[in-house]
């Protein structure tokens, strides 16, 4: 399984990114799907996971509200809507996905999937 991350870029306070990232291989189907980021000098964090199959959304209290995780199960494909950005949201930003075995209270813990994209930065000017 590959992850394909994009759509990073620079854009200013206040405004709006989309992330994808594309699922390619014959193995895929994760139970869990995830966004998580990486700012410079910190550890990375959770940001928003999605179940797979149902479709149902978690959230990491600095971004509720104001970030949207969604799929396409045709396109095998995860998307990350930012709006409102925030300098404290500029970090590489990272999709990772299992490998379908998950359990529910592991999804925030990024050790715990399996694959992962190369991550896409996002930078917010002030």
Known sequence: VQLQASGGG??????SLR?????SGRTFGPR???????APGKDREFV???????????YADSVKGRFTISRDRGKNTVYLQMNSLEPEDMAVYYCAADRGSLIYSSQFDDS??????LGTLVTVSS
């Open 19 to 23: 992330l994808s990232c594309a699922a």
């Open 48 to 58: 928003a996971t999605i179940n797979w199959r149902a479709g149902t959304t978690v």
């Open 10 to 15: 620079l854009v200013q306070d206040g405004g």
């Open 112 to 117: 715990k999937y399996d694959y992962w994209g």
């Open 32 to 38: 869990y799907m995830g966004w998580f980021r990486q």
